[in-house]
C-alpha cells in the first residue's frame, strides 16, 4: 500500500512539474550521452597553457570521458585563423573564446551557434547575449596602475589627474589600446574625449606591446605609471610584493572575455557540456580562483577588492563596427603622434 501510495506521488509531482523543467532534464541527458559518444572537444582561445591545464582538470573530473585540444592564440590571431578557416570551408573549432571587439567582429560573420546555456540566467544585462550567441567567461577590468615607491597614495585618483605635467614621459600604454579608447570616447563624449586623448597624448607616453609586460614594468619602476592596465594582474604582482597598486576610477571599463559555440561544430554536444560547465557556479569558481573577474552573481572575486564597491561598465561591442576607424585615430593621436 505505503509502496503505490509513493508511485502515486510521484506521478502527481511529475505531472506538476513545469514542462521547460522536464524538457530541460531531458536535453541534459541526451546532450550527455551525444557527448560520450563524441568524447572531444577543440576549444580556441587565448587562456595560459597553465591556467586552462587547471580548468581542463577540474572539467576533466567531472566528465573524464571528454579529451579537449586546446588551439591557443591571442584575440586578433584567433579572429583571423577562425576567419580563414571558414572562408576556406574548414570548421574545426566547437567552443571560442575571445575578447570583445574581435568577438564583435566574429559575431557580425555569423561564427557564433545559438545556445541558451541553462546558467545564463546567473549573469546581469550587458555580460550575456540578449540573442543567445554569447556570454562572459570573465572580465578584464581597465585601470590606472602606479608604482608606490614613485607615486604617492592619493596623487591619481581620476583620469584627469594623468595630466598633470610631472607625469610626462613616465606612463606606459599598449600602442593598440582600441577597445580603452573607443570606450573611454563614449563616456566622455566624443567631442571631451578626443580632446582629453590629445592632452594625455601630450604627455608623451611610452608604447609597448601586452599588459602582463607593462604592469611588471611598472611593478620594476620603469615606468612610474600603466594606463588601462588590467587589475586581476595588478594583484597578482601585489600578491607577490611589488610596490604596485590601482586606482578605483568611476567608471571602470569592463573588457568582456567571451565565449560562445561555434557555428557548424564539429563536435556540438561536447561543446554544450563544456560551455554549461564554464558558465557554471563551478566552472567560474575556478576561473575565480585563476583571479579572472566572474560576472556570475553568486561567485566572489579573488581578492574581494577587484569588485567591491567597484562600477564595472561592460565595453560597448557595438562600437567594435567602427573599430577602424577608432583605430585610426587612436594611431593619429597617441603613436603617429609621439615625439
Given at each position: 500500500?505505503?509502496?503505490?501510495?509513493?508511485?502515486?506521488?510521484?506521478?502527481?509531482?511529475?505531472?506538476l512539474?513545469?514542462?521547460?523543467?522536464?524538457?530541460?532534464?531531458?536535453?541534459?541527458?541526451?546532450?550527455?550521452?551525444?557527448?560520450?559518444k563524441?568524447?572531444?572537444?577543440?576549444?580556441?582561445?587565448?587562456?595560459?597553457?597553465?591556467?586552462?591545464?587547471?580548468?581542463?582538470?577540474?572539467?576533466?573530473?567531472?566528465?573524464?570521458?571528454?579529451?579537449?585540444?586546446?588551439?591557443?592564440?591571442?584575440?586578433?590571431?584567433?579572429?583571423?585563423?577562425?576567419?580563414?578557416?571558414?572562408?576556406?570551408?574548414?570548421?574545426?573549432?566547437?567552443?571560442?573564446?575571445?575578447?570583445?571587439?574581435?568577438?564583435?567582429?566574429?559575431?557580425?560573420?555569423?561564427?557564433?551557434?545559438?545556445?541558451?546555456?541553462?546558467?545564463?540566467?546567473?549573469?546581469?544585462?550587458?555580460?550575456?547575449?540578449?540573442?543567445?550567441?554569447?556570454?562572459?567567461?570573465?572580465?578584464?577590468?581597465?585601470?590606472?596602475?602606479?608604482?608606490?615607491?614613485a607615486?604617492?597614495?592619493?596623487?591619481?585618483?581620476?583620469?584627469?589627474?594623468l595630466?598633470?605635467?610631472?607625469?610626462?614621459?613616465?606612463?606606459?600604454?599598449?600602442?593598440e589600446?582600441?577597445?580603452w579608447?573607443?570606450?573611454?570616447?563614449?563616456?566622455?563624449?566624443?567631442?571631451k574625449?578626443?580632446r582629453?586623448?590629445?592632452?594625455?597624448?601630450?604627455q608623451?607616453?611610452?608604447?609597448?606591446?601586452?599588459?602582463?609586460?607593462?604592469?611588471?614594468?611598472?611593478?620594476?619602476?620603469?615606468?612610474?605609471?600603466?594606463?588601462s592596465?588590467?587589475?586581476?594582474?595588478?594583484?597578482?604582482?601585489?600578491?607577490?610584493?611589488?610596490?604596485?597598486?590601482?586606482?578605483?576610477t568611476?567608471?571602470?571599463?569592463?573588457?568582456?572575455?567571451?565565449?560562445?559555440?561555434?557555428?557548424?561544430?564539429?563536435?556540438?554536444?561536447?561543446?554544450?557540456l563544456?560551455?554549461?560547465?564554464?558558465?557554471?557556479?563551478?566552472?567560474?569558481?575556478?576561473?575565480?580562483?585563476?583571479?579572472?573577474?566572474?560576472?556570475?552573481?553568486?561567485?566572489?572575486?579573488?581578492?574581494?577588492?577587484?569588485?567591491?564597491?567597484?562600477?564595472?561598465?561592460?565595453?560597448?561591442?557595438?562600437?567594435?563596427?567602427?573599430?577602424?576607424?577608432?583605430?585610426?585615430?587612436?594611431?593619429?593621436?597617441?603613436?603617429?603622434g609621439?615625439?
Open positions: 500500500m505505503r509502496r503505490n501510495r509513493g508511485i502515486l506521488i510521484a506521478g502527481i509531482l511529475l505531472a512539474a513545469r514542462p521547460d523543467q522536464l524538457g530541460a532534464q531531458t536535453d541534459a541527458s541526451k546532450i550527455l550521452e551525444m557527448a560520450k563524441e568524447g572531444e572537444l577543440e576549444f580556441y582561445g587565448g587562456f595560459s597553457v597553465a591556467d586552462f591545464a587547471q580548468f581542463v582538470r577540474r572539467f576533466n573530473s567531472k566528465y573524464p570521458f571528454i579529451k579537449v585540444n586546446h588551439m591557443r592564440a591571442g584575440a586578433e590571431k584567433l579572429m583571423t585563423r577562425i576567419i580563414t578557416e571558414r572562408e576556406a570551408g574548414k570548421y574545426t573549432a566547437d567552443v571560442i573564446q575571445i575578447r570583445g571587439f574581435p568577438a564583435q567582429v566574429l559575431i557580425e560573420k555569423k561564427v557564433f551557434a545559438k545556445y541558451l546555456s541553462p546558467e545564463s540566467k546567473a549573469y546581469a544585462k550587458g555580460f550575456t547575449d540578449p540573442q543567445n550567441r554569447w556570454t562572459t567567461l570573465y572580465v578584464q577590468t581597465s585601470v590606472i596602475a602606479f608604482n608606490t615607491r607615486v604617492k597614495a592619493g596623487e591619481i585618483k581620476t583620469w584627469e589627474d595630466l598633470n605635467p610631472k607625469w610626462k614621459g613616465q606612463m606606459v600604454i599598449d600602442r589600446e582600441t577597445e579608447f573607443a570606450n573611454m570616447l563614449k563616456v566622455m563624449g566624443k567631442e574625449g578626443l582629453y586623448m590629445q592632452d594625455l597624448a601630450d608623451n607616453p611610452n608604447f609597448r606591446e601586452g599588459h602582463t609586460l607593462m604592469a611588471q614594468l611598472v611593478a620594476a619602476g620603469e615606468h612610474k605609471i600603466g594606463i592596465l588590467y587589475a586581476p594582474r595588478i594583484e597578482d604582482l601585489k600578491a607577490k610584493g611589488a610596490p604596485i597598486e590601482w586606482v578605483q568611476n567608471p571602470v571599463i569592463g573588457f568582456l572575455y567571451l565565449v560562445g559555440i561555434a557555428e557548424k561544430a564539429p563536435h556540438p554536444n561536447t561543446a554544450r563544456f560551455l554549461d560547465f564554464a558558465l557554471s557556479k563551478e566552472g567560474q569558481t575556478e576561473i575565480s580562483r585563476a583571479h579572472f573577474i566572474s560576472m556570475r552573481h553568486d561567485v566572489k572575486a579573488d581578492p574581494p577588492g577587484l569588485v567591491e564597491g567597484v562600477h564595472i561598465l561592460p565595453s560597448d561591442l557595438d562600437l567594435a563596427r567602427d573599430y577602424d576607424q577608432y583605430y585610426k585615430d587612436f594611431q593619429r593621436i597617441f603613436v603617429k609621439s615625439h
